[in-house]
């Protein structure tokens, strides 16, 4: 079963900035924070991941909770291309890296 | 070059009908997955292999067989499919199976069995 848990659905101006919620209250010291996405039609694609500290990438930024309980995606300027489901994981330590979905968070972006 | 490839994209058969999907990644890669997507959407991990060696195997039925010729490869074979077995099956593979690892999926099978 997956340990996350994210809103259905948000929606987001294009050109603004979204923040995409995920809870994970039973994480363990050595869960990884991971961010998938998957567009329409297509394969999931990686985000970004982090562990304890806030991390930044070409796509996004990672936002972790001081307790590590909940985290936050951030896309600085959402663009029509970025409407997907994005998927919150947690990455089990000796699990044999295994992706563990939950429902996601399906983003619409309106022009 | 596509990273992670999949055959065929689409797959339309007979129930009782037996199947395979291949899947080959070119990143030099030790692990691959084989995932399910069905129509609810939900994706879940079916099996995992490791240089070869089957490491996850998630309570698939029997009639499911990944078989991995080498590293850079993880095919799929699927016998007496079943009206459930529709579902789109994505291929994975990433360095080594480690937490901090990215995966990286292919396009996608998309399996109707009718």
């Known amino acids: 079963d997956a340990k996350t848990t994210q809103p259905n659905s948000m929606e987001s101006n294009e050109e603004e900035p979204v923040h995409l919620p995920c809870n994970h209250s039973t994480i363990s010291g050595t869960d990884y924070i991971h961010w998938y996405r998957q567009l329409p039609s297509q394969g999931p694609e990686y985000v970004i991941h982090?562990?304890?500290s806030n991390v930044n990438n070409r796509m996004a930024s990672l936002a972790i909770a001081e307790d590590r309980k909940s985290s936050t995606l951030i896309l600085h300027r959402a663009t029509l291309r970025d409407a997907a489901v994005y998927y919150c994981?947690?990455?089990?330590?000796?699990?044999?890296?295994?992706?563990?979905f939950g429902q996601g968070t399906e983003l619409s972006v309106k022009p | 070059d596509t990273a992670v490839s999949q055959t065929p994209k689409y797959l339309v058969t007979q129930m009782g009908n037996d199947k395979s999907i291949k899947c080959e990644q070119n990143l030099g890669h030790d692990t691959m997955y084989w995932y399910k997507q069905d129509s609810k959407k939900f994706l879940k991990i079916m099996f995992s292999?490791?240089?070869?060696?089957?490491?996850i195997n998630e309570t698939v039925p029997n009639r499911f067989s990944p078989k991995s010729p080498d590293k850079a490869h993880l095919n799929l074979h699927i016998n007496s499919l079943e009206l459930g077995d529709s579902a789109v099956y994505f291929c994975a593979s990433s360095r080594r199976g480690a937490s901090t690892d990215t995966q990286y999926f292919g396009p996608g099978t998309r399996l109707t069995v009718l």
């Open positions: 292999y490791n240089n070869k060696e089957l490491i």
């Open positions: 994981i947690l990455k089990i330590y000796n699990q044999g890296g295994k992706l563990i």
């Open positions: 982090g562990l304890t």
